[in-house]
């Protein structure tokens, strides 16, 4: 599976942005996939998950703020991200899993396949 992440962009606080992550080579309702996210000397950090029955996981900082959804005719994943905060500029990178299980769907090591980032920059 080929992943590419776009959407990114600079955002004023309070606004909003919607990140997609399209998918080429296999097709993605087959897959787990999740957004994860790292901002400048931090760890990377799960953002949203949904898994191939169509349930989401959202990270706690992003409750009430993000929405992930799939459109299966597109074979892309989205990330809705509402009330945006200077704390959520990173770079969000999308990743989709063929065996991910509940129990690890939050950790990147059960990803098999990556998108190259895109940044997300929230000027306060």
């Known amino acids: 599976v080929q992943l590419q992440a776009s959407g990114g962009g600079l955002v004023q606080a309070g606004g909003s942005l919607r990140l997609s992550c399209a998918a080429s080579g296999r097709t993605l309702s087959s897959h787990a996939v999740a957004w994860f996210r790292q901002g400048s000397g931090k760890e990377r950090d799960f953002v949203a998950a949904i898994r191939r029955s169509g349930h989401t996981y959202i990270a706690d900082f992003g409750k009430g703020r993000f929405t992930i959804s799939r459109d299966n005719a597109k074979n892309t994943v989205y990330l809705q991200m509402n009330s945006l905060n200077s704390d959520d500029t990173a770079v969000y990178y999308c990743?989709?899993?063929?065996?991910?299980?509940?129990?690890?769907?939050?950790?990147?090591?059960?990803?098999?396949?990556w998108g190259q980032g895109t940044l997300v920059t929230v000027s306060s």
């Open positions: 990743a989709a899993g063929e065996r991910t299980i509940l129990s690890t769907i939050r950790t990147a090591r059960a990803y098999d396949y």
